[in-house]
C-alpha cells in the first residue's frame, strides 16, 4: 500500500503554488499525494504529513510555468478555483495541474473527478466575484480616497482591487474583507497591495466619511422614487440579489423615509 503524502501549506495563491512546487519536486508519485490548507481533524494511517512554508520565488516559478503551458485563461481558471472557499481545492489543484502538464487531461475534461471538481471551484469564485463587482459600493472618506466593505465567502480580493484598478486607475480605494481581516489598497498609478490583520469596521467608515452619508440618503430616495410598488416581486429580487449581498450597500440600509409632500 502506498503512503499518503500530504502537503499542508497556507490558505493563499502563494501557499499553494508552493505546495504544488514542493509535492512535484518531491517525487513520491502524484497519485499518492494531497494539497491541504487546514488541519485534517483526524489523524490517518498510511498518511506523511509535509509542512510547506510559503515561498514567493517557488510560486512566481509555478505560475510562469502555468501561464506559459496552459496560456492566460487556464491560469486564470486556476487562480480563482484557488481562491475557494472549500478546503478540498488544494488536492483538486494540484491533480488538475498534473494532468494539464502532462496532457491526459483538458479542462473540458469532465470524465477526469479532479478536472471536474477544479472547475466546479471555479465557477463559484467566478460566480461571486461576478456578483461582487457590481453589488461593491464605495463610499468616500474624508481623505479623498475610496473604501468599501465586503464579507465574501471566497477570498476574492485580489480579483476585484485588479478590476477595479483598471476601471479607476486614478483613484486612490481600498477594499475591506471585514471576514478575513484583510484590505486590498490601491494608490494612483501603482498596483493593488494586499495588507493582513487589519480591518474597517461600518463604524470607522461612517467616523471618517465627509459627506457620504448625505450622497447615500440621495441615493436611497432615488431608488424609491423610481420604483413601482405594484410590481415589487421580493422572491425575483432576493433570486437576482441574494440577501448576503446587501449588508453593506446603501440602498438597502435602513433609514427613515423623508416625508412626502
Known sequence: MQEKQRFLCE???????????????????????????????????????HRTATDPEKAARVARTLRRRLGSRGYEILCYAAASQFPDKGTALYQSIVCLLTGRSDFTDRRNP???????????????????RGFLRFRELSSGALASLIRPKNDLLLFLGAHFQERMPEEA???????????????????????????LSETELSRYSSDAETF??????????????????????????????????????????????
Open 11 to 49: 490558505n493563499s495563491l502563494d501557499g499553494l503554488f508552493t505546495a504544488v512546487y514542493d509535492a512535484w519536486d518531491s517525487r513520491c508519485g502524484h497519485e499518492n499525494v494531497e494539497l491541504a490548507v487546514q488541519e485534517p481533524d483526524n489523524l490517518e494511517f498510511f498518511c506523511r504529513e
Open 114 to 132: 479532479h478536472i471536474r471538481r477544479l472547475m466546479e471551484l471555479y465557477k463559484n469564485s467566478f460566480a461571486e466575484f461576478d456578483h461582487l
Open 173 to 199: 480605494f481600498l477594499i475591506c474583507d471585514s471576514g478575513r481581516s484583510r484590505i486590498c489598497f490601491h494608490k494612483p498609478g501603482a498596483d493593488c497591495s494586499l495588507i493582513s490583520g487589519l480591518s
Open 216 to 261: 447615500e440618503n440621495l441615493f436611497r430616495t432615488f431608488c424609491r422614487s423610481i420604483s413601482i410598488r405594484e410590481r415589487e416581486n421580493p422572491a425575483l429580487q432576493r433570486q437576482m440579489l441574494p440577501l448576503r449581498f446587501r449588508e453593506f450597500m446603501p440602498e438597502f440600509r435602513q433609514t427613515q423615509a423623508p416625508p412626502d409632500h
